[in-house]
Nanobody, 123 residues
């Protein structure tokens, strides 16, 4: 069983910063990629940023230059530093772990999602 535990959301004024953290817990052997998605009311969930185990990074165009994703492979933890926040960044942010293999079942992999953390940016 793998769980993703998120922290760091909250309320901030436009122009401010927040840092999200997501730790994957369980008997994990490997994780291919970890990332952050967000979903605003009435909109589809969208990719914000993702990072592979080798450090390859992908950002949504809307956050390039403002958000930074990083990862600690030894701790199975991913971070999202969000600077210059805008009201349109307001959403529930979800952590994702892609193609996770556990020690009990190395032959299969699964994707996991966190419970979501609210980020609200006021104008």
């Amino acid at each position: 069983q793998v769980q993703l535990v998120e922290s760091g959301g909250g309320l901030v004024q436009a122009g401010g910063s927040l840092r999200l953290s997501c730790a994957a817990a369980g008997s994990i052997f490997s994780i291919n990629a970890m990332g952050w998605y967000r979903q605003a009311p009435g909109k589809q969930r969208e990719l914000v940023a993702a990072i592979t185990s080798r450090g390859s990074i992908n950002y949504a165009d809307s956050v390039k230059g403002r958000f930074t994703i990083s990862r600690d492979n030894a701790k199975n933890t991913v971070y999202l530093q969000m600077n210059s926040l805008k009201p349109e960044d307001t959403a529930v942010y979800y952590c994702n772990a892609d193609r996770v293999k556990t020690l009990e079942a190395l032959g299969v992999s699964y994707d996991y999602w966190g419970q979501g953390t609210q980020v609200t940016v006021s104008s």
